[in-house]
């Protein structure tokens, strides 16, 4: 096949563009190369013979030209990052929903002819996790109230009663409560892509991605992924900074394991028109994920410093039933952050340098009112 990765230059990106040539395609790749991200320089981790075009993902003329002679799509361009979602609103909009709602338009109204398209979505749309009340049953409660906030209550409460809730693995029945522009733009580009591509007869797969970590995701980068920040700071010197009380548990899944299902999904028939998973099952306390990658890098001096504060948009907890990604995709991860995963993003970060700007981004959230 030949197949367009949007993003491709990517952190999560170059693994997938990797996966696709092992297995025999021709691979082109469209990238803005976003100096958050990339730092300013090219193409990093992509091999010579993947043909590179660099655009943006609002330029139609660069899209249409990008598009010729594929066969399939791999939709990963997006800007990333809860935080800065929400002051950047326009940008993040612009370039998630209004992007993909490009991408598709060009895709419609031209003369590609494409197969399939496998889109990036986000555990984020979800907002809370699952959650069960011992008395009402399954719960999907919605934001926490400042009031709540406030007091260092963290839990979720029952909608119903206000009992403590028991936080449950989120299948994709769940219904979505987006609690940040990020998670709106993400859910944009799920149900668009979900959408034209029932309408269209384009064969669409949403892969809803949980907390991506591993080798090449951008360390300076203060909105990235949890791990990639924690390991920034431990390189520096610094102690990982961490919101709440640091017992909100997530789901981390290695960036190996997240390519190889979004390559499956690619070719799972029973996908089609489907969103799906792509998470472990594994539910670790943010806590945990920095005293883990302390000792990994021998800094078990550098304890946590836990804030005891409150992010908009964030949510206490969230972890995949993978159930579905196994049934629909054939697809079980092969990595654990504990151990397997943890040594081998370790094995990377140790050869690395970071720009610590974590507290500047804390800071900036601070000044416009966005931490409780």
């Not at 803005?32 to 300013?40: A, F, I, R, S």
């Not at 892969?207 to 990235?224: D, E, M």
């Not at 943890?342 to 700007?357: K, P, R, Y």
Request: glycine fraction near 10%.
């Amino acid at each position: 096949m030949n197949i367009l990765v949007t993003g491709g230059a990517g952190f999560i990106g170059s693994h997938v563009v990797e996966l696709l040539l092992e297995q025999g395609h021709t691979v082109r790749v469209y990238d803005k190369l976003v100096g958050q991200v990339h730092g300013g320089s090219g193409p990093r981790y992509l091999p010579n013979d993947v043909e590179f075009v660099q655009g943006d993902m609002s330029d139609r003329a660069a899209l249409d030209h990008a598009l010729a002679g594929i066969d399939q799509v791999v939709h990963l361009a997006a800007e990333v990052g809860v935080g800065q979602s929400m002051y950047e609103i326009q940008r993040y909009v612009d370039a998630n929903t209004g992007g993909t709602a490009l991408l598709l338009d060009v895709i419609v109204n031209g003369p590609h002819k494409i197969g399939k398209i496998v889109v990036a979505s986000s555990m984020s749309i979800y907002g809370e996790g699952s959650y069960s009340c011992s008395e009402h049953g399954d719960q999907a409660p919605r934001l926490r109230t400042e009031e709540q906030l406030r007091e260092r209550n963290w839990e979720p409460g029952c909608p119903v009663c206000g009992r403590a809730l028991a936080p449950l693995p989120t299948a994709e029945s769940k219904p979505l409560f987006p609690t940040s522009v990020y998670a709106i733009s993400k859910m944009d580009q799920e149900l668009l892509c979900l959408s034209v591509g029932a309408a269209y007869g384009i064969d669409v797969t949403a892969v809803r991605y949980f907390n991506a970590y591993g080798p090449r995701q951008a360390l300076s980068n203060p909105y990235t992924g949890v791990a990639a920040i924690f390991s920034g700071r431990l390189l520096n010197g610094q102690r990982p900074i961490v919101m709440e009380d640091g017992e909100q548990m997530r789901d981390f899944i290695h960036v190996k394991d997240v390519a190889r299902a979004t390559v499956l999904a690619l070719t799972a028939p029973k996908a089609a028109g489907k969103a799906v998973n792509v998470g472990v099952g594994d539910p670790i306390s943010i806590t945990e994920v920095a005293r883990t990658l302390a000792k990994a890098l021998g800094r078990e001096d550098l304890e946590p410093d836990i804030t005891h504060q409150y992010r908009a948009g964030d949510i206490r907890h969230c972890w995949a039933d993978p159930s579905l990604a196994k049934e629909l995709l054939d697809f079980e991860p092969e990595y654990r952050f504990r151990d397997r995963g943890v040594q081998e993003l370790i094995g990377w970060v140790s050869h690395q340098t970071a720009e610590d700007n974590a507290v500047a981004a804390n800071d900036e959230l601070r000044k416009r009112g966005l931490t409780v």
